[in-house]
């Protein structure tokens, strides 16, 4: 066995030791062991390890003839690792334009995959016949009938917020995840000293925005700007909308945001209906799952370099197959295609 790197981890009983070195596999005759009959570890052939957005593929340096041993000794079978039994037929079906080897087990269930207008187009009324027709539909009309088991996903944190200030004055509760997102827009207003007014602020922190987002594009730091640009959308966005209300001063916005955002306790479920950006929903599920702009937003304008391209296309993968039971794409264009 060899014995490369640092900061290895050791897995090891009295005949086989699998040594794992910054993700790279330590090369063992496994084959040997199983003449033994002794093996502590039952080893994944190739498996995946996720690094921020995207994915990136390890295999395990063994032959075929030991692996067939191990699977004879073992009585296993064997299970492709591109075949999904929790996504549905129609998520993985979109799914494919992603990640086009993706399949569905055949006991996945079929599952739904629709589009709604996010708001009621400029040329209709808002009214609609109580059935369960999913035509013409937007998502504040009332049919969709939004509960805590669902969830709104976006690319952007600005257009989150915009929906989740719609759903509470329409008294539907609801929050963002990620209280971490919510204590950077803080910290980002708190910049802007000595201002203590919402009128002042929305020019200062603009102003601020086109002189940092400029500095940043010019170092080839297009994910900090982007970032950054998101973040000043959602905290113009919600000041004017507080200042609608007739809300004037900065705390008035500090207290807003430290409401609207928070964090879900592992292994609990939340009470009202969860909003989130695709980076905070890796690896979680939801039966139905709301996925906000897709279209208009993905991919980020600030995707310039190939990685950066290759990142978004993990995103939409990500955010599609959130869906254990329904897909629903919420469009954000003002008419109604089609």
Same mark, same amino acid.
């Given at each position: ?15 086989? *030791?699998?040594?794992? =070195?910054?993700?790279?596999? *330590?090369?063992?005759?496994?084959? *040997? ?27 395990? /340096? ?39 080897? #993706? ?8 599952? #739904? ?50 929906? *989740? ?99 879900? /306790? ?5 009470? =009202? ?25 993905? /991919? ?5 370099? /190939? ?32």
């Amino acid at each position: 066995m060899s014995n490369r790197g640092r900061n290895r981890t050791l897995v090891r009983d009295s005949e086989c *030791a699998v040594e794992r =070195v910054d993700f790279a596999l *330590a090369e063992c005759d496994f084959a *040997a062991h199983v003449e033994r009959g002794s093996f502590a570890v039952v080893l994944v052939v190739a498996f995946f390890v996720t690094k921020g957005a995207g994915e990136q593929q390890y295999s395990l /340096p063994t032959d075929s003839d030991s692996m067939t041993q191990i699977q004879g000794k073992l009585q296993s079978i064997e299970l492709p690792l591109n075949c999904t039994y929790r996504c549905p037929k129609a998520v993985v079906a979109l799914a494919r334009e992603w990640v086009p080897d #993706i399949t569905a087990h055949d006991t996945a269930p079929e599952g #739904i995959v629709r589009s709604i207008m996010y708001e009621l187009p400029e040329d209709e009324d808002d009214s609609y016949d109580e059935d369960d027709s999913y035509t013409n539909r937007y998502l504040f009309d009332g049919r969709e009938r939004l509960s805590p088991d669902d969830v709104i996903l976006c690319r952007n944190t600005a257009p989150l917020v915009d929906c *989740a200030y719609r759903l509470l004055r329409s008294g539907i509760g609801c929050y963002v995840e990620g209280r971490n997102i919510g204590a950077g827009l803080v910290k980002l207003i708190r910049r802007q000293k000595r201002v203590k007014m919402l009128s002042t602020l929305v020019p200062h922190i603009k102003e601020y925005a086109e002189t940092e987002i400029a500095k940043l594009v010019a170092r080839e730091r297009e994910v900090e700007a982007s970032n950054l640009d998101d973040a000043v959308q959602t905290v113009v966005l919600l000041a004017d909308k507080l200042m609608q209300e007739g809300k004037e001063r900065v705390d008035d916005l500090v207290e807003f945001i430290g409401h609207l955002f928070g964090d879900t /306790p592992d292994g609990k479920r939340p009470n =009202v209906l969860t909003l989130a950006t695709i980076h905070k929903a890796k690896g979680r599920e939801w039966d139905r799952v709301y996925l906000l702009g897709r279209s208009k937003l993905m /991919p980020s304008k600030w995707a310039r370099q /190939p990685w950066q391209v290759e990142q978004e296309d993990n995103l939409c993968y990500v955010a599609v197959t959130r869906a254990k039971r329904e897909l629903v794409e919420v469009l954000l264009d003002k008419k109604r295609k089609g």
